[in-house]
C-alpha cells in the first residue's frame, strides 16, 4: 500500500505579491525552492494561516534572494499581500518506507521570508 506523506514544507512565510492577471502558480524565492527541495512545476498546497483558505497550485521559480512569494491568477484572492502562508509538498511512498521517512521543513525568516542560518 503507497500512502502521501508530507515531502516538503515551506512554514510560515509572508505573500509579498498578489497578481490576479497572471495565469496562475505561486512564484517563490529560487532560495526557497533549493531549501525545500521543491520542484520548479511541482503540484503544493498553499495554506493560508490568516484566513483558513486552502488551495493547490503549482511552483514558479521568482527572484533568487529577492524573498518574493506571489500568488498568482485565482490563487490572488485567496491570499493577500501580508498573508501569512505553509507551502507543503506532498510524495507517494509504500507504508513501510513511509514510517521512517523525514520531510524537509523549512522555516524562513517571517518578516523576510530569507532563510535563517
Do not use: W
Request: with cysteine.
Amino acid at each position: 500500500m503507497r500512502i502521501e506523506v508530507v515531502r516538503a514544507k515551506l512554514h510560515r512565510i509572508t505573500v509579498t505579491e498578489a497578481d490576479l492577471n497572471y495565469i496562475g502558480s505561486i512564484t517563490l524565492d529560487a532560495e526557497l525552492i533549493e531549501a525545500a527541495d521543491l520542484v520548479v512545476g511541482e503540484k503544493v498546497q498553499i495554506v493560508n494561516c490568516n484566513n483558513g483558505e486552502r488551495l493547490e497550485t503549482y511552483v514558479i521559480e521568482g527572484s533568487r534572494g529577492s524573498g518574493q512569494v506571489c500568488l498568482n491568477g485565482p490563487a490572488a484572492r485567496r491570499c493577500q499581500p501580508g498573508d501569512i502562508i505553509i507551502v507543503i509538498a506532498y510524495g507517494s511512498l509504500e507504508l513501510e518506507e513511509a514510517r521512517g521517512f523525514k520531510p524537509n521543513l523549512v522555516f524562513p525568516d517571517t518578516a523576510t521570508n530569507r532563510l535563517v542560518p
